[in-house]
Each structure stands twice: as C-alpha cells, then as structure tokens.
C-alpha cells in the first residue's frame, strides 16, 4: 500500500511538473531591448490586422500577421526613440489595462484616453491625439441630418464598455442607454441590423465606418451643440506602469512629431487600411459589390488567418479534452479508493477528496472566461509569475474540462453493477485491478458520448479566450471584422466554419462509438453451436 501511495505522489508530482514547466517563467521585466506595446489591432484607423506588410505594417509574433494603422506608426517612432525593437502584442481592449500592469507588455498605445480613472492605475503621457466626439448613425435612420446631441432625443444609443463614450450618452435627453458592447465590430452589427439607432465614437472612426459603408451616416456636432468633456477625454496618449522611468522620454519623443505630422499619418491610416481596399471608384466599385463578392474578397484578404485560427481552436479543444478526460478518470479513481483504517491515511484521503471536491465546484460554477483572467492576468500581478498565453490556453481548457470531466467518470463508474465490485473482490483482486481491468473498460464505453459532447463544447468555447487574446477562429474573426467593417459577411464564415468543426466531429465520433459496440446483431449461441456440428460457415 505504501509503495502504490508513493508511486502515486510520483506520478502527480511528475505530471505536475511536466505540464506546468513551460507555463511558468518569472515576470521580472523586460530585459531583451524590447518595447512591447498592447493594441487590440482592431480598431481602424488607428489599428488594424492584416496579411502583409504593406503599408509599413509590423509583425505580429505568433499571430502570423501584421498590425498596421495610426497607433503602430505612432509606436514605431516611440521605439525607435528609445532605441528598442518595437513588438507588437495583439490584446483585447479588457485585457490591455491587466497586461501592462502584470509586465506582460510595456505600452498601451490602442487609442487609450487618460481618463481619472484610469490614471489611478497607469500613468499616461502626453496626448498624441486630439479627436471629437461623433454618433455614428444609419443613413436612413431619423437622426441622420441632427445637428445636435439634443436631436436624439428617445434614441437607443450605446458606447464601447469600459470607455468615457458610454459615460457621455447620458448628456443626451431621454436617451435611451443601451447595454454597453465590447468592441466597435458588435456596435456597428447591432447598428445595421437596427438593435442600436447609434453609437458614440471618435471622428477617425466615423469617417472610416462612413467611408466604408454606404448606409453609415456619421453625426458632428458644433462644440456648444456637442458633449460636454474633458479637455483629457478626447485626448489619446500612451499609456505606461506607474513609475514607469521611460515616460520622461516618451513624452520627449512625441513631443518632436508636430501636428502636421500627426495628420498625415492619420490620413495616411484612413487611405490604407484594409477597409479602403475594396472602396473604389466608378466601374471598379461595381465589381466588388455583392454579397458572394464580398465572401471572396473576405476569405482573400483573411483566409490564411481564418485557417490558422481553425487549427490554434482544434488543438485548443482536442488537447484539453484529453487531458481533461485523464483528469477525470484519475479523480474517479482516487475518489473510489476504499477508506483505509489507518487514521494517518484515513485523514489524508478526507483532506484529499475535499480538495478534488473544491476544485470541482469551483471550476463547475464559475465562467471559463472569468478562470482564463484569473490564471492569465490575476497570477502574473499577485505572484509575478509570467504564463505563457498558449500555453495558458491549454492549462485552463484542461482544468476545466476535468472538472466537468470527474464528475461524468463518477457516473460511469456508479453504472458499473456493484456485483461486478464485489465478484472482482470475491477473486482476490485489489482495489487497482478491479478499476483497470473490470471498471474503466466499461466506463469509458459508457461515457463516449458525453466525452463526445465535451469535444465538441470546448470547440465552440475555446472563443472566451479571446479574453486572453489567445489568436483561436473566433479572435482572428473578430480582428477582420473590425478592420473590413463587413460583419455579417465575415462572422457568417465564422460560423460555417464552427459548423463544419462540429458536425465533421460529431459524425467521427459517432463511427467510433459503433466501432466500440462491435456488430450490430451477434449470432445466438444455439445458432453458433448447430453451424459446428453441420459445419455451415456462419
């Protein structure tokens, strides 16, 4: 007993240090002459992803593609000025303010306003960009010729989460203040599909949704008619930790590009982002309009991405759902291990089972987006400990999974018939061998489909970590969407593709479970035993 006990704590300590090795490295700064800067790379003009390096466009590592736009120029000098290699982290709006202050980047440069609030917890330097105010709006919509914020008046209006443009809305009279979105990609869908009569924006944005959208109409405002702000809420500036020595000579440095350059560069941003590239004039535009058109000029621009995307979100799944499995089965096992009547080990197996039982409540009740900020972000600002974001990845999808896991191996193992326990018993078989060769080949027949099922959830549910900016199909859907503007068109390929994922899996699956049932009839043994005797081939 003592010996399975120790090999046992050899084999979890093992596996423990197998699977969280490459998670972990100290966070201690940034010491490779590097300047990473954090930007959602989805927010045209000022940032955007696309395939090439057109454009003086900047890699993005480990994403296979490029960030290009206002915000990566503006950085681009940042980093040449402090004498650093600029590296761009593709993150999530939600995720930038946690990733800089854990280390894992140096600068928000995204079009980060310094707001108070947010000074309170970064610092800021000096503004890089001043912009006003607008409502972007539909065309045909009511508001469209408004020439005050007063002229909507009973509109359904809403802002990006976590910015001032969703505080302002309530300057307008009986507004009606919808659910605050995530990002620009959700408002312009709620947009055209008529859910929202408008969202509040920045001038660059407006210009770029009304350049690129026929029905798009974007509302300005005279400064008396307009919202009421802070001198530092339509200011854009570079965001930095607390303390952070270099800001003295990131403020030196944008101090030296003058207004008339700054311009430049915007138009230049507005003229090459991917959007402008399928709005054309005369008879160029009339071929590229249609829906089939756009799919093509879609899946050209960002197929690559999509096909990336598809294989970091089947990885993601497939080895979560192993490992998760593997979780559960050993759990199962543990939790069956008959109670020893040594009181040292008996007290060991209580405190044991209630820590696999806390694990799994608290794994089973709460979000796997929630769990994936915790492990990403909350680890690195409370101990400084750095996870590797795939790696990441795959330690939550995992832990997850053999949550929800251990608790169908327990029902496999309870639809076992406790005579086949005690029969294994009766024979003189230990504990472990009636689990190995009596018990597990059943459960793991019995809980095929509901493993199936798990397969197929993680697919679809791989999409949160985009909280993480894990680059899965749906991250690298929702960056095309925010840099063509074609939503519907783009998310539609999404969403065959998921489709496709699924249902080609769910049919494999199935196949196997047959496999594992043998033949669908089997010959009665009176059958059998008369074709012997006649010697009929049966």
């Given at each position: 007993m003592k010996r399975r006990f120790l090999s046992f704590s050899l084999f979890i300590t093992l596996l423990a240090g197998l699977f969280c090795a490459p998670l972990i490295s100290q966070a201690e700064g940034n010491t490779n002459g590097e300047f990473r800067v954090g930007m959602e790379a989805g927010y045209a003009p000022f940032n955007w992803t696309q395939t090439t390096d057109a454009n003086d466009a900047v890699p993005i590592p480990g994403d296979h593609s490029y960030a290009g736009g206002y915000d990566v120029q503006i950085a681009k000098k940042v980093a040449e000025g402090l004498n650093k290699n600029l590296v761009i982290v593709k993150t999530k709006w939600d995720g930038l303010a946690p990733a800089l202050q854990s280390g894992k980047i140096d600068a928000v440069i995204a079009g980060m306003s310094p707001t108070p609030e947010r000074k309170k917890e970064i610092d800021f330097s000096d503004a890089y960009y001043e912009s006003n105010l607008v409502i972007v709006t539909?065309?045909?919509?009511?508001?469209?010729?408004?020439?005050?914020?007063?002229?909507?008046?009973?509109?359904?209006?809403?802002?990006?989460?976590?910015?001032?443009?969703?505080?302002?809305?309530?300057?307008?009279?009986?507004?009606?203040?919808?659910?605050?979105?995530?990002?620009?990609?959700?408002?312009r869908t709620a947009l055209a599909s008529g859910v929202i009569d408008g969202y509040v924006s920045e001038r660059p944005e407006g210009v770029t949704a009304e350049t690129v959208n026929p029905d798009i109409k974007m509302v300005e405002f005279s400064e008396e008619n307009g919202f009421q702000t802070d001198p530092a809420d339509t200011t854009i500036a570079v965001g930095v930790r607390k303390g952070d020595p270099n800001l003295e000579k990131i403020n030196t440095i944008l101090a030296g590009i003058s207004p008339e350059e700054r311009t430049k560069i915007m138009d230049k941003a507005i003229l090459d982002q991917p959007a402008a590239e399928n709005t054309a004039d005369g008879d160029e535009a009339e071929v590229k309009t249609g829906v089939l058109n756009d799919f093509k000029n879609i899946l050209d621009q960002y197929g690559i991405l999509f096909l990336r995307g598809t294989g970091t979100t089947l990885l993601l799944a497939l080895v979560g759902t192993i490992i998760g499995t593997l979780i559960g089965l050993l759990i199962g096992v543990i939790r069956t291990i008959p109670e020893s009547e040594n009181k040292g080990k008996r007290a060991f197996q209580k405190v044991?089972?209630?820590?696999?039982?806390?694990?799994?409540?608290?794994?089973?009740?709460?979000?796997?987006?929630?769990?994936?900020?915790?492990?990403?972000?909350?680890?690195?600002?409370?101990?400084?400990?750095?996870?590797?974001?795939?790696?990441?990845?795959?330690?939550?999808?995992?832990?997850?999974?053999?949550?929800?896991?251990?608790?169908?191996?327990?029902?496999?193992i309870f639809s076992v018939d406790k005579g086949q326990f005690e029969a294994a018993q009766a024979i003189g078989m230990t504990h472990s061998q009636t689990m190995t060769k009596v018990v597990l080949p059943q459960v793991i027949r019995n809980i095929m489909p509901a493993t199936g099922n798990e397969f197929v959830i993680n697919i679809k549910d791989t999409s949160v970590l985009s909280v993480i900016s894990v680059s899965d199909l749906f991250f690298q859907g929702n960056s095309a969407a925010g840099a063509n503007y074609q939503f519907f068109q783009t998310f539609s390929i999404i969403c065959v593709i998921y489709f496709v994922l699924t249902f080609t899996i769910t049919r494999i699956l199935r196949w196997v479970e047959k496999r594992m049932d043998g033949p669908s009839a089997y010959i009665p043994v009176e059958e059998t035993t008369q074709a012997v005797a006649t010697g009929e081939d049966k």
């Open positions: 539909r065309k045909d919509s009511q508001y469209a010729n408004a020439t005050s914020i007063d002229d909507f008046k009973g509109a359904k209006i809403t802002g990006q989460l976590n910015t001032f443009h969703y505080s302002v809305i309530d300057q307008i009279p009986d507004v009606q203040k919808q659910q605050a979105q995530a990002d620009f990609g959700a408002m044991a089972n209630w820590l696999l039982s806390a694990y799994i409540e608290i794994f089973r009740s709460t979000p796997m987006m929630v769990q994936a900020m915790v492990i990403y972000y909350g680890i690195a600002l409370a101990f400084s400990i750095d996870l590797n974001r795939m790696a990441a990845a795959f330690f939550i999808v995992s832990i997850n999974t053999g949550a929800y896991m251990s608790e169908i191996v327990r029902g496999g």
